[in-house]
């Protein structure tokens, strides 16, 4: 499939120091290319990401609301918590993007746009990377790097949606991207001799991927072992790098110990269920929507399958190139290993495989490069494959457009609980809330809220280990909310359909284990409308705090003979 010989171009070829040379002398116009490449990926992609969805806002998904939530505690001086004087709870997984934006926090009240500048810095530099690592192998297999990064260039052109993720979203995701591919570059550029020595850059990419998700200490040792197995020379210097990460894993596994008494974040309590058969089926179902549904992956996955094969088989005669590609594409089946074993997720567009989309089409690339080499020459068919090029970006954009009200909605709750959560603080006394969306709520409203969902109430992610139900989000348990009975069952993401009937959905209610029908619940909580001028939101009280408030609150009851719920 891939070249066996690194050459010049009249094709005579090079010893391993004349390449190194030539490599150096090259690497200052190639990394100033691939530099400018990336950045342009970026803003174009940043751009398409919103405008194919119709438009984001500038606040982020819910997921990254409590992310900020947690953040803005730890810069006010209030501790790791989700409540002002509540319990020391992690739901914001990833404990060094949740420092990242508390010091954001410091800096300013207002921190959007600070956080959009650096989650866009970040996805400029995972894109750079994964162009370096391409440009790296293509000249290591004797093929263009021109011909190679210009066809990943379309393909990431092509896929918007790892800009939503790593961009708009303001999630952990960009962090995440960008020390995996650079820890993956770098490796690459080490087993191919290219780099002398693990630089200070895969060092702090060992230390960076535990601290950002827990599942980054496989990552990180599992791409250090492989290299250090593959470059004997490599062993003392990564074997280091393994420590680092370890003790990294170590310090904040302790600390969790510590502060939070339990050694994961608490997101992994609510959402995985202890039952790994269902985890592992759940996981590989996800994985192959994944493959099959996701435009052009199929092909990716096959293309970095039998590059794997080449590599391996390349490794053990000592071909140029082979070692590289065997990291390259252990990083990638990694991912999609790791994230199959702990079940994978409901959001739009596969986010838990989107940190991996700049090195997926790498192998496919190389492909493309070998193609033109070899079938077609010096006498490249221009006209054909700039109309492959327009295709493959018209399918990629096409896709991402019919899933377009899919991720606008999650950007909605964010400004739903915003908006709830600032009229509800008008409100006298202030109530204590149950919610489902609990991101955009909680940067508004100062009451005490409950995660009736249970990533940020350790009780309810707890209380049943066997997760049943829609996927990540099946933590609900009816003896913890009655237990702990909050004042205001919140609906506020749900349609409000004014004084006649209020409508609910089978699947919001099963998201609440049948609570809407359970008869206890509609013996003490009464339905009501919240408004303030033409906004409104449906939801639950109980009597005794609707007893307590004004008449001018904005608040009107129902009867439960107004209350339908839908299949």
């Not at 990336?38 to 997921?63: K, Q, R, Y």
């Not at 379309?154 to 993720?165: D, K, R």
Request: with cysteine; proline share 4%.
């Amino acid at each position: 499939m891939m070249s066996n010989l690194t050459t010049r171009h009249d094709n005579v070829p090079l010893s391993h120091g004349a390449f190194r040379q030539r490599q150096w002398m090259a690497l200052d116009r190639s990394g100033v290319v691939n530099l400018l490449a990336a950045a342009l990926l970026t803003l174009l992609g940043t751009a398409l990401a919103t405008m194919l969805a119709g438009g984001v806002p500038a606040i982020g998904i819910d997921d990254a609301a409590i992310t900020r939530s947690y953040s803005e505690n730890i810069a006010n001086g209030l501790g790791y918590v989700y409540n002002a004087g509540g319990e020391h709870v992690e739901g914001s997984t990833s404990f060094l993007w949740t420092m990242v934006v508390a010091l954001i926090y410091r800096l300013t009240v207002t921190p959007e746009v600070t956080i959009l500048l650096v989650t866009g810095l970040l996805t400029w530099l995972a894109t750079y990377s994964a162009l370096r690592l391409l440009r790296c192998l293509a000249e290591r297999l004797g093929l263009s790097g021109q011909h190679a990064t210009l066809a990943l260039c379309v393909f990431l052109a092509a896929s918007p949606a790892y800009f939503l993720w790593s961009v708009w979203t303001m999630m952990e995701t960009a962090l995440w991207s960008c020390m995996a591919l650079l820890l993956i570059s770098k490796l690459v550029r080490c087993v191919e001799a290219e780099e002398a020595a693990p630089g200070a850059s895969v060092y702090a990419a060992a230390v960076a991927l535990p601290l950002i998700r827990p599942e980054g200490i496989a990552v990180a040792v599992g791409l250090l072992a492989l290299s250090a197995l593959l470059d004997r020379g490599l062993r003392l210097r990564l074997g280091a790098a393994v420590l680092l990460a370890l003790t990294a894993f170590a310090a904040v596994s302790l600390f969790r110990l510590s502060y939070f008494g339990q050694p994961f974040p608490n997101t992994f309590y609510a959402k995985v269920s202890s039952d790994r058969m269902q985890d592992i089926i759940d996981g590989s179902k996800y994985a192959l929507s994944f493959v099959l549904g996701s435009p052009f992956v199929s092909v990716f996955v096959a293309a970095w399958s039998a590059a794997a094969l080449w590599g391996l088989l390349g490794a053990l005669r000592g071909q140029p190139g082979a070692r590289g590609v065997v990291v390259a594409a252990a990083g990638v089946f990694g991912f999609l290993a790791v994230y199959a074993g702990l079940g994978g997720d409901h959001f739009a567009q596969w986010r838990f495989y989107q940190p991996i989309m700049p090195l997926l089409p790498a192998a496919f690339a190389l492909g493309v490069a070998l193609c033109l080499v070899r079938v077609c020459g010096a006498g490249v068919f221009r006209a054909p494959m700039l109309a492959s090029g327009l295709l493959v970006v018209g399918i990629g954009w096409m896709q991402y457009y019919q899933s377009r009200f899919d991720i606008t909605k999650e950007f909605d709750l964010t400004r739903d609980g915003l908006e709830f959560g600032t009229y509800l603080n008008g409100v006298t006394p202030l109530p204590s809330i149950g919610v489902g969306p609990a991101g955009g709520i909680a940067l508004a409203y100062e009451g005490y809220i409950y995660d009736l969902l249970g990533l940020n109430w350790t009780e309810m992610a707890h209380a049943n280990p066997v997760k049943t139900g829609m996927r990540n989000h099946a933590s609900f348990d009816k003896a913890t909310f009655w237990a702990n009975r909050p004042d205001v069952l919140a609906t506020f993401n749900r349609e409000c359909l004014g004084d006649g009937k209020q409508v609910f959905w089978a699947s919001n209610d099963d998201a609440f284990d049948g609570i809407f029908s359970d008869r206890r619940f509609r013996a003490e909580f009464v339905p009501v409308l919240f408004r303030q001028g033409a906004d409104c939101w449906p939801g639950f009280a109980v009597p005794d705090w609707l007893d307590e408030i004004s008449a001018d609150s904005g608040v009107t009851t129902l009867t439960w003979d107004q209350i339908e719920i839908r299949e």
